[in-house]
């Protein structure tokens, strides 16, 4: 296998797995894509992958890239009917790498199983949304044996276009993950407060979010999520029951490790209003499946607000690539 010239697979054409394949695939790199449904692979052959009918097609290639929803899929589509893992005796991928979301116990398992059929395995979680990916802003962080991760570093660094942080051996890619995504849910509370505050004396949210973002602490969330803040654009990026999901794992990292997280829960606590009030809603289901950044809506009932989309121009600083 020479050097940027490894045979790549890919499995999950979602949000996010499709514009990341994308990348790879435009940069030139050898590709072939799996999707449960077919349809939203078959774009990316004008770009030059190449399409498979099942997992299992991708068992010969070098590095395997995965781009699933939950744990339970990811074991599906390693080491399912179909899955790529066919027998001890066929070809298998030397190379796994998982870019999802998934729990620390369900990724040292499939990392056990993994290793046991002789390949190596990197978990390689990511922070941003597919505006980021096409922007060349997302950030990935990994881990597991750093000799793999120097392998796949170029691929990693194709795919994201912001930095790919290496972080040691095992799960702590995962724990990373949590601990951003708490992050995410306490800066979005905060952020939702702030605007709301700022509002109500009588600052117009463009206004409040341009003096925010092109102060210190600006960001790119921040100017990312400007526009949704600013023109109640709810298109969902992240849910917030996803959302709670992961501030319920942070809490429980917390305690085993016996870290306090005082902040954390209390947003955690805030973050469960948006569900208790959703009944206020015409269509409470469809609300709870909005971007988390409706957060804003939730904050807003509560400071007996009635908000309207200003319907400005708002920079994501994601604008080059789009």
């Not at 949304?129 to 802003?137: D, E, F, L, R, S």
Request: aromatic letters at 6%; proline letters at 5%.
């Amino acid at each position: 296998m020479q050097e940027n010239r490894h045979r790549i697979g890919w499995i999950g054409m979602g949000r996010m797995g499709y514009p990341m394949a994308e990348r790879l695939a435009k940069a030139g790199h050898d590709v072939r894509v799996w999707n449960r449904t077919k349809s939203k692979a078959e774009p990316l052959a004008a770009k030059g992958a190449a399409i498979v009918d099942r997992p299992g097609d991708l068992a010969d290639v070098d590095i395997l890239f995965t781009m699933v929803s939950t744990g339970k899929d990811l074991e599906q589509v390693y080491f399912g009917a179909e899955g790529v893992v066919n027998g001890r005796d066929a070809p298998v991928p030397r190379i796994f790498v998982d870019c999802s979301s998934i729990g620390v116990e369900t990724s040292e398992a499939l990392r056990g199983r993994i290793e046991a059929l002789g390949s190596a395995f990197l978990a390689a979680p990511v922070s941003g949304n597919g505006k980021c990916v096409k922007a060349g802003k997302l950030s990935q962080v990994v881990s597991g044996p750093e000799a793999t991760f120097e392998v796949v570093r170029p691929y990693l660094e194709a795919i994201s276009g912001n930095g790919v942080a290496y972080v040691g051996e095992g799960e702590l890619a995962r724990i990373c993950k949590i601990a951003h995504n708490v992050l995410l849910g306490v800066y979005t509370q905060n952020l939702v407060e702030i605007v709301l505050l700022a509002e109500k004396a009588g600052v117009p949210r463009h206004a409040f979010m341009d003096f925010i973002n092109n102060s210190v602490m600006g960001s790119i969330f921040s100017r990312y999520k400007s526009h949704a803040l600013v023109n109640l654009d709810w298109t969902t990026t992240f849910t917030p029951a996803l959302l709670r999901k992961d501030m319920d794992l942070g809490l429980q990292q917390g305690r085993e490790l016996g870290v306090p997280m005082p902040v954390t829960a209390a947003t955690r606590e805030a973050l469960q209003a948006h569900f208790g009030l959703a009944h206020l809603q015409a269509d409470p289901q469809a609300y709870l499946e909005r971007d988390f950044a409706a957060l804003l809506e939730t904050g807003a009932l509560a400071a007996g607000m009635t908000l309207k989309p200003e319907n400005r121009q708002v920079p994501t600083g994601l604008e080059v690539a789009e």
